[in-house]
């Protein structure tokens, strides 16, 4: 079985359930559902899908509880789908693992978007060997073509470090296996704050707008006219606020990711 083609649904409404299972076998998916988290946990363990699509508001527990207990296993693309609006809902979700986040109600073309966005990204196992094949090169290298690379700036002349690692201020990131270490100890990134974090070291000096990040995380290295909400703005917000936590970094007195007002993020120099 192809894991890369199946997804699973964890929704207690009907009517979703099956709306969102016709998404996704429209998009060629084989689809399992459950309708309650302890379920879905479970059957995201038998079926290792690519994708899981997860609603908060579950009968036993709920999904921000279902998205630990799934990342303890599985790499899968995290989807959340909820009726709630708050920011620190999206803000938790987030931080429990959660690759993206989608309000109710929202429109299947909406979902079949992001999920073909995940889709275009690399997904690796937790040895750091890719578990799927992904369906065009790794954003990771596209990036080394076209911006300007940090490397130069920082260790480009440090012979003694590995191919695809970049070094800035303690902090080690490696594109080959997708890890970063600030000084010395392994931080626990999600995809999508990786994604964020090498897309910023990438640019050097160069400010990354949060439109930027947005296309970055869907695959799109550049502007193909897709459309951008202030949610997948604010979404980017998270992240990085996310990313910022995990890095020990101060966004007053930063020391590697500076906030610049109204416009984006770049790196301290």
Not at 3 to 18: F, G, H, L, T, W
Not at 116 to 128: E, H, I, K, N, Q
């Amino acid at each position: 079985m192809d894991n890369s083609r199946v997804a699973v649904i964890v929704e207690d409404d009907q009517d979703i359930r099956e709306l969102i299972s016709v998404i996704l076998s429209q998009s060629g998916f084989e689809v399992h559902a459950a309708g309650t988290g302890a379920e879905g946990v479970e059957m995201v363990r038998d079926n290792n899908p690519a994708i899981v699509t997860l609603d908060l508001g579950l009968p036993d527990i709920d999904g921000f509880e279902v998205a630990r207990r799934v990342r303890l296993f599985s790499d899968a693309y995290i989807i959340m789908l909820t009726g709630r609006a708050d920011e620190m809902d999206t803000l938790l979700g987030l931080e429990t693992g959660a690759d993206d986040y989608l309000t109710k109600p929202f429109r299947p073309r909406e979902l079949r978007a992001r999920i073909s966005a995940m889709m275009r990204r690399p997904r690796f196992a937790g040895d750091g060997s890719p578990a799927v094949a992904a369906e065009r090169a790794p954003v990771a290298e596209e990036a080394s073509e076209s911006e300007p690379s940090s490397q130069s700036l920082d260790a480009a002349s440090n012979d003694s470090q590995l191919p695809g690692t970049q070094e800035l201020n303690g902090l080690l990131l490696n594109s080959g296996d997708r890890t970063a270490e600030v000084d010395g100890a392994e931080l626990e990134l999600t995809r999508t704050e990786f994604d964020i974090l090498h897309a910023l070291v990438d640019s050097g000096r160069q400010v990354r707008t949060k439109s930027d990040l947005v296309r970055r995380i869907r695959g799109e290295e550049y502007d193909v006219g897709t459309y951008i909400s202030d949610a997948d703005e604010r979404t980017i917000e998270v992240h990085v606020a996310n990313l910022r936590r995990k890095l020990g970094d101060n966004p007053r007195e930063p020391r590697w990711i500076k906030t610049v007002r109204g416009v984006g993020y770049r790196l301290v120099h």
